[in-house]
């Protein structure tokens, strides 16, 4: 009887030990606490190469100290930048009725949240582009890629990308899928520009080869304290078709220039030498290397050769 005694208690540790056991698995899998979450989640590999870094910081660093991002990033010389509207921006042009750089937040403002996206109908139309016969889009490492409107459906869509923007659909291969999108090109149904009898759009022109001007170039100079100068070279620079090739006789005289006011332009060739049709202001403009802007004809609507 003695014996059948003095088992009984451990009989009842055990059992309390094994319903404890169990609470604790329960809570575990239950709360996931940390580093359970951590292994559920997480490649061992990749937590030993984090324990790694962490052994590393302890050597200058207190524990508590991990428990918050500014030790590394006040002591490592890290920015914290809140509320600051980046100027990440893309270039909408061709056949559009406002020609211009749109920032990138203001295109995807809700970037951190995931499945955030605008279609790219939805996107034109906020731009005053209803009807189009192709888009293009151009890309920061070189890429282009071009599609006609009849190609594409509610799933072509811009996504954020790092700082930028990227294009997807499920209608066209995955290969037009860029991503660091800096322009996207409109070409429009409409032929509102003649050269020479051809009825093209500036969207068109500037699509196909286009010249890089330097214009409006001035040297810049500023006189230290002890009178020594530095001097420095500003300018702007326009992209554009070249107007000879466009015409009938690249050897004309002159030409005549139209614009939607109905005003004609009278032109010798002498001076339209290195003359490039292109988008200022809003308006298909013809730049003149030599002259400034103010010599520049706008808003042009027909070129014919004399």
Known sequence: MKNKNSKRPKIILLIIIFIGLGIIITLVIATRPMPVALISQ????????????????????????????????????????ADVTFF??????????????????????????LGTHITLFE????????????VSFFTNDGGLTTIEKGYLDETAMLVPYIDGVRFITESVHSSTWLKGITKIHIVGKGTPLSIDGNQ??????????????????????????????????????????????????PQTNGITITTSADEQIEMKADEIQGAVLAIVRDEVTLILPGRGRSAWPTEIVAIESN
């Open 42 to 81: 997480y490649k061992l590999s990749s937590i030993w190469h984090e324990a790694e870094k962490m052994n590393e910081c302890a050597e200058c660093h207190d524990g508590e100290e991990f428990h918050t991002c500014e030790t590394c990033h006040d002591d490592h010389g890290a920015v914290e930048l």
């Open 88 to 113: 990440k921006v893309i270039e909408l042009t061709g056949d559009v009725p406002d020609p211009s750089f749109i920032r990138v937040n203001a295109i995807l403002p809700d970037q951190d949240n």
């Open 123 to 134: 996107f034109l139309s906020q731009n005053g582009i209803f009807d189009f016969e192709s």
């Open 200 to 249: 093209t759009s500036i969207g068109r022109l500037l699509l196909g080869d286009t010249t890089r001007l330097t214009v409006e170039g001035s040297d810049v100079m500023l006189t230290s304290d002890t009178g020594d100068v530095s001097h420095a070279f500003v300018a702007n620079w326009v992209e554009g078709a070249a107007l000879l090739p466009l015409l009938e006789n």
